[in-house]
């Protein structure tokens, strides 16, 4: 177990994965499976265990496990996650599961001596006016968007949590705030998924019923940024290897875009060629949240994919697995 303090930001020799246990929590998931690949070409013993052997929710199952299996190091990649509707409707999972799952997790990880642990929040933490890009200092300086207040408190409850055995106790944890994701893995259920999944089916499917137009909600005017998931998860190993510090990072691209220009390119990209109409009942959320990623780049990562590109690749792996992607929650 480690002891000892500290407090502040730092970098580190490069943390060696080499023949190291890595528990990837959640690797069903759409980022724990990107996690998953790219673990493949690292020299390292892989952990998982799906969650009807293992809810993350039960504290003392998550103490069993991590004593049994003893990992060196974890991505914690599981949540309960959804889009905006999803959060604005289920508040009480979204805070209840987040907390439980993170704390167990942490916990258990620090109780076992793991060696090193990322968790991954969400650039939702952010105040909903923060500056734009958003710097990791803005945290805890103003009011959270009202549709995910309670997933953000979760996640901003799990980046503490870290800190305070890294402060405590000099555990090694740190962690990670990406953007909007997507990609292969997504979840395409309406009802749940975030902007992206849902843009490519509804213009998918109004392409295959030759529908007129399409429904994007709220104005169209938020902006967003949006990072493909193989580059999340490469900035997230990127991280594991070069970074230990206090301070949270943002992973993301820095560049956003309105949610009618994303439905203009996503319309391209799928080849619909009808209307778009907004639909105001539906809520825009916050405004922008442009995130500040010179803390990440300054370690010499960048992302791969540009916007169209990843786009054409989320929709190649739609197409491809549309049986058996997530339609339905
Ligand atoms: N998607 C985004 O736009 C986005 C943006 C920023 C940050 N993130 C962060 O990235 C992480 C992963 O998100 P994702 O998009 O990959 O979500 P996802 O596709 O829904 O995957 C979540 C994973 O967590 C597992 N899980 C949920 N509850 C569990 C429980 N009680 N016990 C055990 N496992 C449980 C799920 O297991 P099953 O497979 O069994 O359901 C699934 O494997 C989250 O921390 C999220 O906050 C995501
Ligand atoms: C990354 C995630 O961001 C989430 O916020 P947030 O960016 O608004 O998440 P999204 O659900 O992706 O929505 C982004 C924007 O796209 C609009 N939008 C337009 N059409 C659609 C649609 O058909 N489906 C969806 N889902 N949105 C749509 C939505 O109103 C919002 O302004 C948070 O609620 C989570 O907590 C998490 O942090």
Redesign the pocket.
């Known amino acids: 177990m480690n002891k000892g303090r500290d407090s502040g930001a730092r970098r580190i020799m490069p943390f060696d994965l080499k023949n190291k246990r890595v528990f990837v929590?959640?690797?069903?998931?759409?980022?724990?499976?990107?996690i998953v690949r790219q673990l493949a070409g690292e020299d390292c013993e892989l952990l998982t265990?799906?969650?009807?052997q293992?809810?993350?929710?039960?504290q003392a199952r998550v103490r069993a496990w991590f004593d049994a299996e003893k990992p060196d190091v974890v991505f914690?990649?599981?949540?309960?996650?959804?889009?905006i509707l999803a959060n604005d409707s289920y508040p009480a999972e979204f805070l209840y599961?987040?907390l439980?799952?993170e704390t167990n997790v942490i916990d258990a990880a620090f109780r076992s001596g793991v060696q090193k642990l990322l968790?991954?929040?969400?650039?939702?933490i952010y105040p909903k006016f923060a500056p734009q890009p958003i710097a990791e200092n803005a945290l805890l300086t103003g009011s959270l968007e009202s549709t995910n207040e309670w997933?953000a408190v979760a996640?901003i409850a799990?980046l503490k949590l870290c800190q305070a055995y890294r402060r405590q106790y000099g555990a090694d944890f740190i962690s990670a705030?990406?953007?909007?994701?997507?990609g292969p893995?997504?979840?395409y259920d309406l009802a749940a998924s975030?902007v992206i999944p849902a843009l490519l089916r509804k213009a998918h499917e109004a392409k295959r019923s030759g529908a007129r137009e399409i429904a994007i909600w709220g104005s169209g005017t938020p902006r967003r940024e949006f990072?493909h998931?193989d580059d999340?998860a490469s900035a997230v190993m990127h991280l594991m290897k070069v970074y230990s510090g206090m301070d949270h990072v943002n992973?993301g691209t820095g560049e956003d875009v309105t949610i009618l220009e994303l439905a203009n390119l996503v319309c391209e990209v799928v080849g619909f060629s009808g209307a778009i109409v907004t639909d105001p009942s539906k809520p825009d959320g916050t405004p922008r949240k442009l995130l500040d990623i010179s803390k990440l780049t300054a370690t010499g990562w960048r992302p791969r994919y540009g916007l169209r590109d990843g786009l054409v690749d989320a929709y190649q792996w739609f197409e491809s697995n549309e049986p058996t992607a997530?339609l339905t929650a």
Do not use: Q, W
């Open positions: 929590c959640g690797h069903r998931g759409m980022v724990g499976s990107a265990v799906g969650r009807e293992l809810d993350l929710r039960e914690l990649a599981a949540a309960k996650v959804g889009g599961d987040n439980a799952i968790f991954l929040g969400s650039s939702c997933y996640k799990g705030m990406p953007t909007n994701l997507y893995g997504d979840n975030h990072l998931v999340a992973v997530r």
